[in-house]
C-alpha cells in the first residue's frame, strides 16, 4: 500500500471516528440543555464543535482525492447518534409518569406492581365506554421497560403512556427509601 492510500485510509478513520466523538457529544449536549445543566453543555459544545471544524475541514480539504472521507463523515454521524444516545441514557436520572389503562385488569396489574415494589396511584377517568381506572407510576426512566413487560404479561392490550417530569418532591419511588 503506497503512501498516498495509507494516508487516505488513515484519515478516513480519523473522520469517522472524530464525527462519532463530536455526534456523540452533540447528542449529551442536547439532554444537559434540556436539564437546564449550562456549564455541563457549555464545556461539551465547546469540545464538539472544535472536533466538528476539524472534521469537517478535512473533509473539504480533501474532497477531491478523499470520496471515502464523506462516507466516513456521513457513517460517523450515524454512529455517533446512536452512542450519542445510548450514553444519554445511562447518564439521566429522568423522572417519568406512566399511565396504564386496562380495561379489565386494573387491580390484578395494581397488585403486580406494587409487589415488585413500584408506587402506584389509581384514579378514576372516563373514557368513550364509561368509567375506567388509570393507574400511575412515577419512576426512573430506566424502570419503564420493566414496567412495560408486567403489564403486558397480565394484559397485552393495555394502553400505556410515559411521560418525562420536572421536578419531583415527597412520595414512594421505587428503590428510594422512605425517610422516617
Not at 90 to 98: A, F, V, W
Amino acid at each position: 500500500m503506497g503512501e498516498n492510500k495509507l494516508d487516505i485510509v488513515l484519515w478516513t478513520l480519523l473522520i469517522f471516528f472524530g464525527r462519532i466523538i463530536d455526534v456523540s457529544l452533540g447528542t449529551i449536549r442536547i439532554n444537559f440543555v434540556v436539564r437546564r445543566k449550562k456549564i455541563f453543555a457549555s464545556i461539551i459544545g465547546f469540545l464538539e464543535v472544535t472536533i466538528f471544524v476539524a472534521v469537517i475541514a478535512r473533509v473539504i480539504q480533501d474532497i477531491e482525492n478523499n470520496i471515502y472521507g464523506i462516507f466516513a463523515y456521513g457513517a460517523g454521524f450515524a454512529v455517533g447518534t446512536f452512542i450519542g444516545i445510548i450514553i444519554s441514557e445511562k447518564l439521566t436520572k429522568d423522572l417519568m409518569s406512566t399511565n396504564i389503562i386496562s380495561i379489565s385488569n386494573s387491580t390484578k396489574i395494581v397488585n403486580l406492581l406494587r409487589n415488585q415494589g413500584f408506587g402506584v396511584t389509581c384514579y378514576k377517568g372516563v373514557g368513550k365506554d364509561g368509567e375506567l381506572d388509570i393507574i400511575n407510576v412515577v419512576c426512573r426512566r430506566t424502570l419503564i421497560n420493566n414496567i412495560t413487560r408486567l403489564v403486558e404479561e397480565i394484559d397485552g392490550n393495555a394502553f400505556i403512556t410515559s411521560h418525562m417530569l420536572g421536578e419531583q418532591q415527597g412520595g414512594y419511588m421505587f428503590g428510594k427509601l422512605k425517610k422516617k
